[in-house]
């Protein structure tokens, strides 16, 4: 097959981690003849410095005309200042919303060769594979916000379609798994947390009767998140809960470096990237992980190109580094660390 694919590195170890997953990519391409076509362009603090803009018209025309969207990281202390009005960060919402991607994937596997690199006790994470879904485009992120002298808003809407679509999204993928769907969120509290949990119970109830459905509520989700992972099969979550909940989960597989993420929408175009940030404090050492990113490869192959093939080809080669003892810093290594470059020369060799 042939596809297009845009690049957008964007800032602190994004650039690093990115090109290793390209030449993964490159290499699935080759060993399964596809043509894949690679065109990069700037995001986030690399695009203000060098247009003023954090999404330049450009890269977000690149991204509509393109198949699927690897995407780095974005942010840096040197635009961190609260009072900004233009943030590298608005790149990523204005992508998310601009390519209407309004489902984010976050898988989070705990692989069986790295138990020990997790903080929580190994005999917790044993079989933990939980697929958070996170609301992307609603919520309190995007709703009307306001600034005076002294106070503040963020307004948080929610409307049916918005829930019912991410509600038929987690049962599909729930029926393809263990048939468990948890639905996370604050109905004790929040009017957009009832009508969250009002039109789940609908459409599971009406729809997917095969699907168990539990609710609960984003505080108690936190903890049991970490006091019986293995419970938890695909969770659905609004915006903010998700954003929160993700980055806790990512400390069963032990490392935000494990952890990729799909953007989808109603087409099969998407973005992938890992949920770590920038991490400018290692940023240009060679020594960040680069298996989140190149896991992300791997969804992407799935969603936006349906080659499950070779993701799962990637997939495995991934685990078998893990497996080889490939560890980069984050990962507790048990001798010296595996650069980024290292690390992905052994998913290459493993592929
Ligand atoms: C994420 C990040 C972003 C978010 C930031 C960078 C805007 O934390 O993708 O989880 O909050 O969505
Ligand atoms: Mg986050």
Redesign the pocket.
Known sequence: MKALIAVLPGDGIGPEVVAEAVRCLEAVGRRFGHAFRFEEAPVGAVAMDATGLPLPPATLALAKSAEAVLFGA??TPRYSDPSLKVRP?LA??QLRQELGLYANLRPVICYASVLDASPLKPELLAGVDIMVIRELTGGIYFGEKTRTETSASDLCVYTVPEVERIARLGARLARARRKRLTSVDKANVLETSRLWRSVVTRIMAAEFPDVALDHMYIDAATMHLLRRPSDFDVVITENMFG?ILTDEASMLPGSLGLCPSASLGAETRGLYEP?H?SAPDIAGRGIANPYATILSAALLLRHSLGLEREALALEAAVVAALDAGVRTADLKPKGAPASTRSAGEAVLARL
């Open positions: 974005i942010g960060e990523i919402l954003d949920i940030g």
